[in-house]
């Protein structure tokens, strides 16, 4: 594989202006507003928010994944030369697993029980390499093989209930794997196991990267796990990417309140001082009422632009790939609680 | 071609079970521990084998008249008795065994297919589509099983056949709603999500993803269902709808019996007696399926195990 250019070449995937809003009875939720990446041939991205920020609902409509109606997704979700939101229902079927496919939070749940690994590991050759079930099974002992699950000729015939959590997990990404995507979304994989299981998974995820090439998109809520995996981060906030940075530049030099917030929230191994631990005061705002102006401001400490209650601030690009969504320079002070 | 050949190879070196079976096996175990449920299969079982082997069995021709020993007690020669006809009813009540199973097994292969269908539609579309395959549902809910029956067969007109079809259409709905109601909560599974976001289409994944999901009521109701279907037939019969004479048919047997219930009794009781122990048989057995596919249950019943032994 050749190494990947981020930046140069041409991206695989490229989202944008991308927006969902679902309606409801309520009113209108604007959920995701007007995102924008790009996603280049190998590399890892991050997108790192809260629950509730949007992440998860932006990745799937990438997918295809959000029901419309009661979703509107709208936007461009540029793949191949064609923008994959106009698909038909046919289309999608073609890209997903096999262009872009996903690996999901809950390890336990995604899996069928009544069927075998075999059988679900089998499926997506079948559909869309037009193996004949011979091959396609011998594809899915090498990938269960390659994801690290010992013996796999025998762990084809057993059902998800006889693997433990991690094993499980191993067996999506080679479900996610098994038919070579060009990107792969991984959504909170590592959220329900154990700390050890976790970097476990995240390292077979990297490695099995490198191997096959694949473009890993990252949703997660643990800047801890970021840190190891990601080549760029986005920082999402009510639906809105507020940074964006390399992931040496976010740690070392953050520059929005929400992302000083993030790494403040993060407990430190070794520092011995739990009181310094600082949670952001307030809620993530509600998508079918969100503040005017910029959607952090009520929960910001700072808010030292006139400007920060009544308008939204640009993604300000303030160079080498680093934008923030400010209308000011956080003071120096804040950054010394984050690094 | 190796792969096929170290496939099979596999198969018969015997790995650690696979769990389909061993699921069956613990379905099968937990049915056996329940005793009740264990005397209701051996009642099927034996049931099925006289239904195969009634015309090796039965003494008699089934319309072999003898008009000059009718209404004869039962006796060694004819342990049930004979008709007004002298027609032995011991082996009436054998061959009618297999009408009474054909009919149900035919019946709610019917109901089974249609409903399961409807059901799988109108719960994993929603919507529109849901909301009008349950209305119509609901209108058949509405008659009463044996009336909606009767108008069925007034309009095919009255048979065996059409008897089978009237009773099929009567249970369809039930088989619609239990499915319809399990694939509601098995389509917002995570794993029919990642079946989709690996490119599934709506038939692959209703048929590898929902349907063995949603199996297990569907099996109990089943067995559940071929006991009112079986009665259903002999109701039928009992009215002249169903099976015609002369055919063996318990219902109409029964109905035969019926004026002749001061001077023969046995000419409705053994009828009688087998719609009985065949409709109690398949109960027990649907009570028994229920206990061991329901997980919720499973404590209870193995505890009632420990009890028992």
């Known amino acids: 594989m050749t190494e990947p250019a981020p930046g140069s070449a041409e991206p695989v995937l490229r989202v944008a202006d991308l927006h969902v809003r679902f309606g409801g009875r309520r009113g209108v939720a604007h959920v995701v507003r007007g995102i924008s990446y790009d996603v280049h041939a190998g590399e890892t991205l991050a997108i790192v928010g809260e629950s509730g920020s949007g992440k998860s609902v932006s990745t799937l409509s990438l997918l295809g994944l959000v029901p419309q109606p009661p979703a509107q997704v709208s936007g461009e979700v540029r793949f191949g030369g064609r923008n994959l939101l106009d698909s038909s229902e046919r289309e999608w079927r073609r890209v997903r697993g096999n262009d872009l496919a996903m690996i999901f939070q809950d390890p336990m749940t995604s899996l069928n029980p009544v069927l075998t690994v075999g059988r679900q590991l089998t499926e997506g050759p079948e559909l869309h390499l037009g193996l004949s079930e011979a091959d396609a099974r011998a594809r899915a002992v090498d990938f269960l093989g390659r994801v690290g699950i010992p013996s796999p000729e025998r762990r084809m015939d057993a059902y998800p209930h006889q693997l433990s959590g991690g094993m499980r997990q191993r067996v999506m990404i080679a479900i996610g794997l098994a038919c070579d995507p060009q990107v792969l979304i991984a959504d909170e994989p590592t959220t329900a196991l154990d700390v050890t299981i976790q970097a476990q998974i995240v390292e077979l995820i990297s490695h099995l990267q490198d191997e096959l090439g694949t473009a890993v998109i990252w949703i997660t809520h643990d800047l801890g796990v970021v840190a190891g995996v990601a080549d760029r981060v986005l920082v999402m906030y009510a639906g809105q990417f507020v940074e964006e940075a390399t992931v040496d530049d976010l740690y070392a030099d953050p520059r929005h309140p929400y992302t000083h917030g993030l790494l403040g929230s993060l407990p430190v191994l070794g520092v011995d001082r739990p009181d310094q631990l600082v949670a952001i005061a307030g809620l993530p705002p509600d998508p079918t009422d969100l503040p005017s102006g910029c959607a952090f401001h009520p929960r910001c400490p700072y808010q030292l632009d006139e400007r920060c209650a009544d308008e939204i601030p640009p993604l300000r690009d303030i160079g080498q790939g680093h934008a923030t969504r400010t209308f000011y320079e956080v003071p120096d002070a804040a950054e010394e609680t984050a690094s | 071609m190796a792969a096929p050949d170290t496939m099979r190879e596999r198969e018969a070196g015997a790995p650690p079970a696979p769990a389909a079976s061993s699921r069956t096996r613990e379905v099968a175990r937990l049915l056996v521990s ?29 319309n072999e008249i003898a008009i000059d020993r009718r209404l004869e007690a039962p006796s060694a020669a004819r342990p049930f008795g004979t008709d007004q006809l002298g027609r032995d009813i011991f082996s009436r009540v054998l061959i009618g065994t297999r009408i009474s199973l054909q009919v149900g097994f035919v019946a709610v292969s019917i109901a089974l297919v249609f409903g399961v269908i409807l059901g799988l539609v109108a719960g994993y579309y929603g919507g529109k589509t849901d909301d009008a395959l349950m209305r119509l549902m609901d209108v058949f809910f509405a008659f009463p099983a044996i009336l909606l029956a009767i108008a069925v067969l007034a309009i095919l007109g009255p048979g065996i056949t059409n008897a089978m079809i009237a009773i099929g259409i009567v249970y369809m709905p039930i088989f619609a709603r239990i499915t319809r ?66 055919d063996p048919a318990w219902g109409l047997m029964l109905a035969e019996g019926r004026g002749f219930i001061q001077q023969a009794w046995w000419m409705a009781f053994f009828p009688g007696a087998a719609i009985f122990f065949t409709v109690l048989a398949l109960n027990v057995v649907g009570d028994g399926l229920r206990d061991a596919l329901d997980p919720r249950q499973k404590s209870a019943i193995e505890s009632r195990g420990m009890v028992g032994s």
């Open chain 2, 181 to 246: 109601a399990s694939v509601l909560s098995v389509r917002e599974e995570v794993y029919v999500r990642a079946a989709r976001s690996i490119g599934a289409g709506d038939l692959r994944i209703l048929r590898l993803h929902v349907l063995p999901n949603v199996a297990a009521p569907i099996i109990v109701q089943t067995s559940i269902s071929l006991a009112f279907a079986i009665l259903s037939e002999a109701a039928l019969s009992f009215i002249g709808l169903g099976a015609q004479r002369p």
């Open chain 2, 34 to 62: 329940n005793r009740l449920a264990l005397a209701g299969v051996v009642v099927l079982g034996a049931l099925v084998l006289l239904a195969l082997f009634a015309p090796l069995i039965a003494p008699f021709g089934i």
